[in-house]
């Protein structure tokens, strides 16, 4: 099963990446730029897998790029505080 099937496992492995990063000294501003590029794929390229990941693409999609950054940041902030 791919974690794209599963909400929670999705978040889970997106926390998983966002330590590895930090762990590896990735800052902030960077890891915030790797989310948006992140986001503008799926919402791009990937079929959503799952009713949230539906609305995160529909969203997506409908903002400007500044919006889109914010949603990227808010996605980062989700999974940090979610897993803890």
Not at 48 to 55: A, I, L, Y
Request: glycine share 4%; no cysteine.
């Amino acid at each position: 099963m791919s974690v794209l099937n599963n909400w929670d496992q999705w978040k889970q492995f997106l926390d998983n990446k966002l330590d590895q990063a930090k762990q590896g000294g990735m800052a902030e501003n960077v890891i915030s730029d790797v989310a948006y590029q992140v986001g503008d794929y799926l919402a791009n390229e990937v079929d959503p897998k799952n009713e949230q990941e539906r609305v995160l693409s529909d969203l997506w999609k409908v903002a400007d790029e500044r919006e889109q950054h914010a949603i990227a940041n808010m996605m980062v902030k989700l999974v940090q505080t979610d897993n803890r």
